[in-house]
């Protein structure tokens, strides 16, 4: 058999022609999220060298770095792809993770109430680590595997927690009680009957949670700005 490379040593063009499933087709503020199938191996490439010219040139390297960033701070923790490595300035490979997306499972019946949690638990560890996630309340951006085992994916839009700025910190924990309204309005849709009292206190604080308002205000005025100045294609809001 021909000796391959390993798919760290492959370049961005390289591992391109090996695409077997597209996720997320690469234009405007998005990136190109693709499933490359190499050596026996599966990873996912997350690159916005595919996004529109100028938003690729000034914001992707930053969005790749945050990704990589976000990888780097939570290596090792069984629930967040590992890292495989970074291409240039604009791409990331990461572990594929193999199930369904929550976005993709029915409204209800599909999940063992063990996996809330599984997730609660994983939402626990990324905070110990120091990441808050900020963006749970996609459907995309958790992956439940065969055995039950919760992945989350996204890390983009990541808040790291700060060892001495105080009023940071203070931030930080807020955006970690919204990762946790997060995973309680996922439950209402998988799970409604199961919802507990502090789950059902939480979704009520949802709806009027000031930093939740913020935080979601802020990454959709970003979102049209940016696509506003910098792709031709995603001038719609
Ligand atoms: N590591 C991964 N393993 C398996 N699927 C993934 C992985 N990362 C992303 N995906 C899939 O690709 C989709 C888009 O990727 P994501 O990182 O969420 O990009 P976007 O910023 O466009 O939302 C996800 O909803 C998920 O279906
Ligand atoms: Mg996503």
Redesign the pocket.
Same mark, same amino acid.
């Given at each position: 058999m021909k000796n391959k490379l390993p798919i760290e040593q492959l370049s961005l063009v390289e591992l391109r022609k090996y695409r077997s499933k597209v996720?997320?087709e690469g234009r405007g503020t998005?990136?190109e999220?693709v499933l490359i199938t190499y050596g026996g191996k599966k990873a996912?490439l997350?690159d916005y060298t595919q996004s529109d010219p100028w938003f690729r040139r000034l914001v992707g390297p930053l969005l790749a770095f945050r990704e990589a960033r976000a990888l780097r701070l939570l290596k090792g923790l069984p629930g967040v792809?590992q890292l495989i490595n970074t291409l240039g300035r604009q791409a990331v490979l990461? &572990?594929?993770?193999e199930g369904p997306?929550t976005k993709e499972l029915k409204n209800s019946g599909q999940v063992d109430p063990e996996v809330f949690n599984r997730i609660y638990k994983l939402v626990d560890e990324i905070h110990e680590r120091g990441v808050a996630h900020c963006d749970l309340r996609s459907g995309?951006?958790t992956?439940i595997t065969a055995s039950g085992q919760p992945y989350f994916? &996204?890390f983009?839009g990541y808040v790291a927690r700060s060892n001495w700025n105080l009023p940071w910190r203070w931030v930080f924990n807020k955006f970690c009680i919204a990762d946790e309204i997060a995973v309680a309005r996922m439950k209402k849709r998988l799970l409604p009957d199961q919802l507990t009292d502090e789950e059902k206190k939480n979704l009520e604080l949802d709806k009027n949670h000031p930093i939740g308002k913020f935080a979601r205000f802020m990454g959709r005025s970003f979102t049209r700005l940016s696509r506003f100045l910098l792709t031709d294609t995603d001038k719609k809001p």
């Open positions: 996720f997320r998005r990136p999220v996912i997350k792809p990461m &572990d594929y993770i997306t995309g951006n992956i994916v &996204d983009v």
